[in-house]
């Protein structure tokens, strides 16, 4: 069982950065594929990153490729989403997920092969 709590969320203006970590308990973290995902009201929730397991293969939704970086301390058990050049259309609450192996890169951008998620943290970009 894997236990994830997100943190860093918060109410910021566009072009403003954030950092979201996500803190997981249980020893076999670095075996698990961890994903970001987010949904905004009113739309289903969208993949928006994953780290791969060591060694680390990032993979990113084109909306945010060049604007967020996912990154991972295993020796921390925690995952991280860094943020820049945010949008008002970033606005959503944001969720971490890990999937148990074994994974693919097919695998890691989809929802129902996440096993454990976050209970979520709100991001505000304001225009």
């Known amino acids: 069982q894997v236990q994830l709590v997100e943190s860093g969320g918060g109410l910021v203006q566009a072009g403003d950065s954030l950092r979201l970590s996500c803190a997981a308990s249980?020893?076999?973290?670095?075996?698990?594929?961890m994903g970001w995902f987010r949904q905004a009201p009113g739309k289903e929730r969208e993949f928006v990153a994953a780290?791969?397991?060591?060694?680390?293969?990032?993979y990113y939704a084109d909306s945010v490729k060049g604007r967020f970086t996912a990154s991972r301390d295993n020796a921390k058990n925690t995952v991280y989403l860094q943020m820049n050049s945010l949008k008002p259309e970033d606005t959503a609450v944001y969720y971490c997920?890990?999937?148990?192996?074994?994974?693919?890169?097919?695998?890691?951008?989809?929802?129902?092969?996440?096993?454990?998620w976050g209970q979520g943290t709100q991001v505000t970009v304001s225009s």
């Open positions: 997920a890990a999937a148990r192996p074994p994974n693919t890169p097919q695998t890691v951008y989809v929802r129902e092969n996440y096993n454990y």
């Open positions: 249980g020893r076999t973290f670095s075996s698990y594929a």
């Open positions: 780290i791969s397991r060591e060694p680390a293969t990032m």
